[in-house]
């Protein structure tokens, strides 16, 4: 039954994606309320093509953007899987840096010669969300109009703005989400040819800081030197939240960060990464960061702190003598086990607090919150799933790699329903997720689609508990 499920695949490519193309044109942008339209217009169309393969789907509202939740018949005595994925993506701007929009998918190669569709949401989620609909089409189609597990899909609108609804709808469906096991591709392979298994995935705490220090904009030259300036004490504070080796300077930060393994250093010693080659992809002599720690352990395992931008004082052409009012800073802290985004946003509040002069008010606004999470290594799922790699991609050479993104239901899932998550992800480093030109190779989408397809067959071998 796979293998005629295989070659319906195979022999689906241009239509499956077409189908993509239809899923990237709608702008679904979660963070801007003019796109809340879209949203529900691209959670409608997705439920749309969840029916067309088989299933049956829901629209589900929650205060935020919907949640779509698709099913086929479920039958006891084997296992449940929960798929999730998002079809919310991140805003396109900067526009001018877009070889072709951001909404109009386009096939061309891509730097290295490979084929791809480029366009917002391509990789990162619509792409790899698209590989299971479609894999499931073909299970559906080949399996006399049944998958060899029981499916609950889950695919939510606002996994780019930090998942805010998803803890509730989920907590309130438990009944209708429990698993056996939740798997999620949104996460890379390793490189070209080396595909993976993501056992750890960083968390986050975004935050958002506002500082106040006179009524209005002043004259620098009437008031400069004798008024707090915000955007100087924005710098400062900034400026103090790294020591000079580069480690996070904020009291308890590190406290509960669980050091490495000497074990974990050496596999990924072992992983094919060039430094060099990772420099010269960015256009930059070197990179850089905690002392001690290679890029892939900096970028995995260890927490880090970035501003993500800065808001201040005069903007526009030219220059304007003014001492702003205000000041803001968007700040992302990567967190790594066993950190606790609640705690790491009040430590943060309190060194702002304890850095700030006392003639400069201050504001914060939290922008989400994700747990760090570490999945078994070892399980049978990913066993199974090494398989279902295999007959995707047809390569044994599945890495064992972890994420330095942060994907907030993974750990949502482990705390309301104790669901352990299979991270196999389809994309490429160079994806270029969340920047201009992203794009999604085309013979990922295809070996993706496979190995979706192949994955539901395998799993049906893990141990049903319900
Ligand atoms: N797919 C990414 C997460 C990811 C990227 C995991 C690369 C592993 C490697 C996801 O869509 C994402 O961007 N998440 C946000 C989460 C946040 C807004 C709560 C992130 O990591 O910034
Ligand atoms: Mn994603
Ligand atoms: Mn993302």
Redesign the pocket.
């Not at 994420?403 to 907030?408: A, Q, Y």
């Given at each position: 039954m796979l293998d005629q499920a295989l070659a319906t695949i195979d022999a689906r490519k241009q239509a499956s994606l077409a189908l993509l193309t239809e899923f990237l044109r709608i702008p679904s942008v979660s963070t801007k309320p003019e796109h809340a339209g879209d949203l529900k217009r691209c959670a409608d169309w997705l439920a749309g093509q969840f029916r067309d393969a088989g299933l049956s789907a829901d629209v589900h509202p929650t205060p935020g953007h919907p949640v779509v939740v698709a099913k086929n018949v479920h039958k006891p005595g084997r296992p449940t899987v929960l798929l999730y994925g998002?079809y919310d993506v991140q805003p396109p701007e900067p526009l001018e840096l877009w070889t072709t929009p951001a909404f109009e998918p386009t096939e061309r190669n891509d730097e290295t010669g490979h084929p791809a569709i480029y366009a917002r949401g391509s990789a990162?989620?619509k792409g790899q969300v698209w590989c299971h609909v479609e894999a499931v089409r073909a299970l559906m189609a080949t399996g006399g109009g049944d998958l060899p597990v029981n499916l609950t899909a889950l695919i939510e609108g606002e996994?780019?703005?930090?998942?805010d609804h998803l803890d509730q709808f989920v907590a309130a469906n438990a009944d209708l989400l429990r698993a056996d096991v939740a798997i999620i591709s949104?996460?890379?392979q390793f490189d070209r040819g080396l595909p993976a298994i993501?056992y750890g995935?960083r968390g986050?705490c975004?935050m958002e800081v506002f500082l106040t220090g006179p009524s209005h904009d002043l004259h620098s030259g009437m008031y400069g030197g004798s008024v707090p300036n915000p955007a100087n004490v924005l710098c400062e504070f900034i400026a103090s939240l790294h020591d000079k080796d580069g480690r996070v300077n904020l009291p308890g930060f590190y406290d509960r960060v669980v050091p490495l393994t000497a074990a974990e250093r050496a596999e990924w010693q072992k992983l094919p990464f060039d430094e060099a080659a990772f420099a010269a992809s960015l256009n930059i002599p070197h990179g850089n960061g905690e002392p001690g720690y290679s890029t892939v352990e900096r970028q995995w395992a260890r927490p880090t702190l970035d501003v993500n931008g800065i808001t201040t004082g005069y903007q526009g052409h030219g220059a304007k003598t003014v001492i702003p009012a205000k000041a803001s800073a968007k700040i992302?802290m990567r967190l790594v086990p066993d950190q606790d985004p609640a705690e790491v946003q009040r430590l943060f509040e309190q060194a702002v607090r304890d850095r700030l002069p006392k003639n400069v008010t201050v504001e914060f606004k939290q922008h989400?919150l994700?747990g760090p999470v570490l999945t078994p290594a070892d399980s049978p799922a990913v066993r199974l799933a090494r398989e279902a790699l295999a007959a995707g991609f047809g390569t044994t050479a599945t890495t064992l790699v972890r994420?330095?993104?942060?994907?907030?239901v993974v750990a949502l899932l482990k705390r309301v329903l104790g669901i352990d998550t299979l991270l196999v992800g389809f994309g490429l480093p160079d994806d270029r997720?969340?920047s201009p030109n992203e794009k999604f190779d085309l013979d990922a989408l295809h070996k993706g689609t496979r190995t979706a397809a192949a994955l539901y067959a395998t799993l049906a071998g893990l141990h049903a508990t319900k």
């Open positions: 998002h990162d989620d996994e780019e703005i930090g998942s949104d996460t890379s993501t995935l986050l975004y992302s989400g994700a994420g330095g993104g942060s994907i907030p997720v969340h």
